[in-house]
């Protein structure tokens, strides 16, 4: 069993960086592919960023390409998502999800297998 665990949210205005984390326990979130979606109000969940248990390959959605990076933290056995010239379109719940099944990276939430309580991310104009 992997349980994510997500900090790092908070409230900032439009320009400003925050820099989320996910942890878990165990040895097996080692073995995991790891990813970052978020909800907003009213919106499905969208993928938002993941790096392969493959090969730390990074993969990331086009509206947060060249502002976001996704980062393994091999020591501290985290995944942080550092979010750089945040928008108000940003504000959203941002998830952690892990898992161990799929071959590949899934940018489909429905397909991922251990998920976070979320943590909120709000961005003011």
């Known amino acids: 069993q992997v349980q994510p665990v997500e900090s790092g949210g908070g409230l900032v205005q439009a320009g400003d960086s925050l820099r989320l984390s996910c942890t878990a326990s165990?040895?097996?979130?080692?073995?995991?592919?790891v990813a970052w979606f978020r909800q907003a109000p009213g919106k499905e969940r969208e993928f938002v960023a993941a790096?392969?248990?493959?090969?730390?390959?990074?993969y990331y959605a086009d509206s947060v390409k060249g502002r976001f990076t996704i980062s393994k933290d091999k020591f501290n056995n985290a995944v942080d998502l550092q979010m750089n010239s945040l928008e108000p379109e940003d504000t959203a719940v941002y998830y952690c999800?892990?898992?161990?099944?799929?071959?590949?990276?899934?940018?489909?939430?429905?397909?991922?297998?251990?998920w976070g309580q979320g943590t909120q991310v709000s961005v003011s104009s």
């Open positions: 790096v392969s248990r493959n090969n730390d390959d990074a």
């Open positions: 165990g040895r097996r979130f080692r073995d995991c592919h």
């Open positions: 999800a892990a898992d161990l099944r799929n071959l590949y990276i899934d940018y489909d939430w429905h397909n991922w297998e251990y």
